[in-house]
């Protein structure tokens, strides 16, 4: 369920105020059932039911979504035309917003009867007298969550040109978010932008085969805060079937008050020429410096805690995008465009805090490393088939080695490139079918 209402207040000719609530509610379930004849509905072992064993076949599974997001956004506008030549415009405003989701899930498995669809509560079985834990629910797993976040924001942003030919833009916000620590969820953000329409100068603007011809460059930084509502604070998670079927909490997620945004900052160039009413070309060059990416570092067990969260890498990205456009034919019953687009990106991890090695915690196929790429595939370099055995042979360092000498002297630290994911370039080209309106 979607629903918004606005009012707008008009102050002067140049100047109003508006006002924008929204609300967004969804309520998303899902219900699955595998039956004792599908693979994920097999699992090994068996459960005992009054004295009779059965194979622990039958799955069921239910979640429920629940999430609730409203936003409030009130702004001022004020648009001048200073001179004959220059014109003003600025904004400024707050927002507010304000997420809830709760979480339900539940399931069961192992039933007497697998092949017909079971309830949760129909995954029963003996319960061992021996224990004094109750375990005839045993196979049934219930679990909630409740996830809150809000955020405030300060923004605005100011244009101005001259003679509608030469641009200059400027913006700055400040956004505070719960997500982060009461030391460090505030984050100010902010860039500029000039551009140059070429094609508006007197040169050229008597060329009747130049439409647009543009040049822009802009520097700005943003910030990330869709992280998750509590990965900076210490959590505790609440189990009903603890030490003697009592309630017990324990903590799950190690607190980090010092958890910050994650910081971008951005550059672009670009050119936008469009000549002959048909053809539109968009070349853009960008640069990506982005700073205090979050993840998981592992911390020492006396805490009690197995890993905390912590803003520990940093890594750019750059590359190249061409974009051209070609309109065919634009008559009033028949159009045919065809549209071009490539681009490049080049990206190195520049810094990983916290590890006792190089190498990130990830899978060490795909581990990070700084001065390699973030696609960077690691693995053994392999040198052919020994024609003597008929075995692997293995490189490393300009040296040959069967297998097994290559493991008894080297492991997955030793590990070198030996490809990237990521392509040189991208290409997408579109023709769609010449269309014709009746």
Excluded at 263 to 277: D, E, H, P, T, V
Excluded at 392 to 418: G, H, M, Q, R
Aim: aromatic share 14%; charged share 20%; glycine share 8%.
């Amino acid at each position: 369920m979607l629903g918004s209402l606005q009012a707008t207040y008009h102050i002067t000719k140049d100047l109003n105020i508006s006002s924008l609530f929204g609300l967004s509610y969804r309520d998303k379930e899902q219900d699955r059932y595998f039956s004792g004849e599908n693979e994920s509905g097999q699992f090994n072992g068996s459960f005992i039911l009054n004295g009779t064993s059965y194979p622990n076949y039958g799955r069921r599974l239910i979640n429920n979504r629940h999430t609730n997001k409203w936003n409030w956004q009130t702004r001022a506008l004020y648009n001048k035309q200073i001179t004959e030549n220059s014109a003003f415009d600025g904004i400024f405003g707050v927002e507010l917003t304000e997420e809830n989701v709760d979480l339900d899930y539940a399931s069961g498995r192992g039933f007497v009867n697998p092949n017909i669809i079971n309830g949760v509560t129909d995954a029963v079985q003996d319960d061992d007298p021996s224990t004094t834990d109750d375990e005839s629910t045993g196979n049934q797993t219930y679990s909630s969550d409740i996830s809150n976040n809000s955020k405030v924001s300060l923004f605005s942003q100011l244009n101005y040109n001259y003679k509608k030919r030469y641009f200059i833009l400027a913006n700055f916000r400040r956004d505070q978010s719960s997500v982060f620590g009461d030391d460090t969820n505030v984050a100010y953000t902010g860039g500029a932008g000039v551009s140059w329409i070429l094609s508006n100068e007197n040169f050229l603007n008597t060329n009747n085969w130049v439409d647009l011809l543009k040049l822009k460059l802009s520097y700005g930084t943003t910030g990330n805060s869709r992280i998750g509502s509590y990965r900076s604070k210490g959590l505790y998670t609440i189990d009903d079937n603890g030490y003697n079927n009592l309630n017990i909490a324990y903590p799950s997620a190690a607190p980090n008050g010092e958890l910050s945004w994650e910081k971008n900052k951005k550059f672009n160039a670009g050119l936008n020429f469009n000549f002959l009413n048909t053809v539109s070309v968009t070349l853009e060059y960008y640069y990506d410096d982005i700073q205090d990416l979050i993840t998981s570092r592992n911390i020492p067990s006396e805490t009690g805690y197995s890993s905390i969260q912590i803003n520990a890498a940093s890594m750019y990205n750059k590359g190249l995008e061409l974009s051209t456009s070609f309109k065919w034919f634009q008559k009033e019953n028949f159009k045919w465009t065809t549209s071009f687009n490539i681009s490049t990106l080049q990206s190195e991890v520049t810094e990983l805090k916290g590890l006792g090695s190089e190498f990130s915690t990830s899978e060490i196929a795909l581990a990070q490393k700084v001065g390699y790429s973030t696609s960077t595939i690691w693995g053994i370099k392999w040198a052919g088939i020994d024609p003597a055995t008929g075995r692997d042979l293995l490189k490393k360092d300009d040296e040959i080695y069967d297998a097994v000498t290559y493991n008894s002297l080297f492991s997955s630290a030793d590990w070198v490139p030996i490809g990237d994911y990521q392509p040189d370039a991208t290409v997408v080209s579109t023709t769609p079918s010449p269309s014709t309106i009746i």
